[in-house]
């Protein structure tokens, strides 16, 4: 049975350190930098190789800012967790506090990164802003809420990873590639920590409770696919920057449907479909909460 000490324990076999990583990380910006299930997939056929190159080097640069956003939050709510164990379970506090110094580890990680796209290419990317309202926005909702948001994106952070840009590391840059695979082993031992801490919290709820819980997860898929929607529509501008000419309104849309179409699945689909989300979901839920339909309405648009 796992438990908060085993996964210090492997998390501490599996850290790295920031600044050794990153002396060591170069970026070849004649390869693309995401594999094709996260972008690329179908684009429309008048871009040149060029301009899909372009394209995957700005998909790249949100990618690490929507990650950026995402664990503003995760962390926010993992400090806060880690504060109810302090007198009751010193191995859980232990757990949940590697976990959020490790978020805030991949947070400059990604700043990083940001950093070095942007000098390199030479454009002012645009996006979304407000990181910390959004972060006080998804926390107003109750922890277990969050935390079924946070082993979401835990999941999909795996499913990238192995099913993603390990099936084509030939083609995409190394560097880039192991960014997330840093990410991807951390995240490994975050997913059984949320884990934990939702049976823990999900012992001590009534089925009406979670079934409140679930909505307000609902909710929250729903806040964070509004961003991320506005981070497509800016990615479109930046491509169009960093191209140095002007797309027609027709050209516009036909590139950011893709977009969206990859977001979609990209920061949520990913994870709603994931076997690992979905055992745990039919093990704290009761019933037809248990499965990932209930969050679909959150993601119509």
């Keep these: 049975m796992d438990s908060f000490d085993l996964c210090c324990r492997a998390s501490e076999k599996a850290s790295w350190l920031l600044e050794e990583e990153v002396s060591a990380l170069h970026f070849d910006y004649s390869k693309a930098f995401l594999p094709s299930k996260i972008c690329g997939h179908g684009l429309p056929s008048w871009l040149s190789a060029s301009e899909q190159i372009q394209i995957n080097h700005v998909r790249a640069y949100s990618y ?19 504060q109810g164990y302090v007198q009751d379970d010193r191995d859980a506090m232990s757990a949940l506090l ?8 991949h947070q400059r990680l990604f700043l990083w990164v940001k950093n070095e796209l942007q000098e390199t290419l030479g454009i002012d990317f645009q996006v979304v802003d407000g990181v910390n309202k959004l972060a006080d926005d998804v926390c107003g909702h109750c922890s277990f809420a969050v935390f079924l948001v946070t082993l979401c994106t835990e999941w999909l952070t795996q499913r990238h990873y192995v099913e993603c840009f ?12 192991r960014v997330f695979r840093l990410h991807w082993t951390e995240e490994a031992q975050h997913a059984r920590i949320d884990a934990l801490h939702l049976r823990r919290l999900a012992s001590e709820m009534s089925d009406a409770e979670l079934a409140a819980a679930v909505e307000e997860a609902s909710s929250i898929f ?67 909460l248990a499965q990932e339909g209930v969050f679909q309405h959150a993601l119509a648009n």
């Excluded at 990650?67 to 967790?81: K, N, R």
């Excluded at 590697?98 to 580890?105: I, P, Q, S, V, W």
């Design 64 to 82: 690490a800012h929507c990650f950026f956003v995402l664990e503003q939050f995760i962390l926010q709510e993992t400090c806060e967790a880690a």
């Design 98 to 105: 590697k976990f959020a110094d490790e978020e805030t580890k």
């Design 166 to 177: 390990q099936e084509e590391n030939r083609s995409i840059d190394s560097g880039y590639q």
């Design 222 to 288: 729903q806040m964070l696919h509004s961003v991320v929607s506005q981070q497509d529509e800016l990615d479109v501008a930046n491509f169009e920057a960093l191209r140095s000419k002007p797309l027609s309104p027709d050209e516009k849309a036909s590139i950011l449907a893709v977009f969206r179409r990859d977001s979609k699945w990209t920061f949520f689909e990913s994870g709603l479909e994931h076997r690992a989300f979905r055992l745990i979901c039919e093990e704290i839920l009761p019933g037809a």
